[in-house]
């Protein structure tokens, strides 16, 4: 049975659980190739990319086939390189969400959030932005990529 299925939701097109997930289970793996920021940026992409590295985005994501949107709180993360897991257990027919701010590093691009979660931050912005609790959750969920832990310590 497939964990997921796409449809309608707030935001527009989202993935909903098809069954009741497990905290940590693997939800999906984002596949695709390795571009540039500049590349990912251009305005005849309209896949979404994921920032894998300081300069390298990853894991082409047609926005009609798997759009996993944003939450200020998100009941799943990446971890790795683009796999995505259940930070908690959701719930059948729950959207899929994660924080996109878990995969952004000097990107001076801002997204308007419509989560409308109690703890949203209207603003899309990269991972150092966020509160500092938000950050050490995060972190402790083991949710954020290797390479940004890094950057953001040197």
């Known amino acids: ?22 905290n940590r289970e693997r ?49 799943a993360g990446i971890i790795g390189k683009m796999t995505l897991i259940a930070i908690r257990s959701i719930r059948k027919n729950e959207e899929i969400t994660f924080d996109y701010s878990t995969t952004m ?3 001076p691009s801002r997204m308007k959030c419509s989560c409308n979660e109690r703890n949203c931050r209207h603003i899309i912005r990269e991972f150092r932005t966020l509160p500092g609790k938000t950050k050490q959750r995060y972190i402790k969920l083991g949710i954020v990529p290797k390479w940004l832990l890094n950057a953001i310590k040197s």
Not at 34 to 51: C, G, L, M, N, V
Request: proline share 7%; glycine share 6%; charged share 25%.
């Open 1 to 22: 049975m497939d964990k997921f299925y796409i449809a309608e939701s707030k935001r527009g097109m989202g993935v909903f659980a098809a069954r009741r997930i497990k």
């Open 27 to 75: 939800i999906m793996v984002f596949k695709g190739p390795s571009i540039t920021w500049k590349e990912a940026r251009t305005p005849f992409h309209k896949d979404h990319y994921f920032q894998v590295g300081i300069n390298l985005y990853q894991g082409k994501m047609p926005a009609r086939r798997r759009p996993v949107n944003h939450s200020c709180n998100p009941n």
């Open 105 to 107: 590093y000097n990107d």
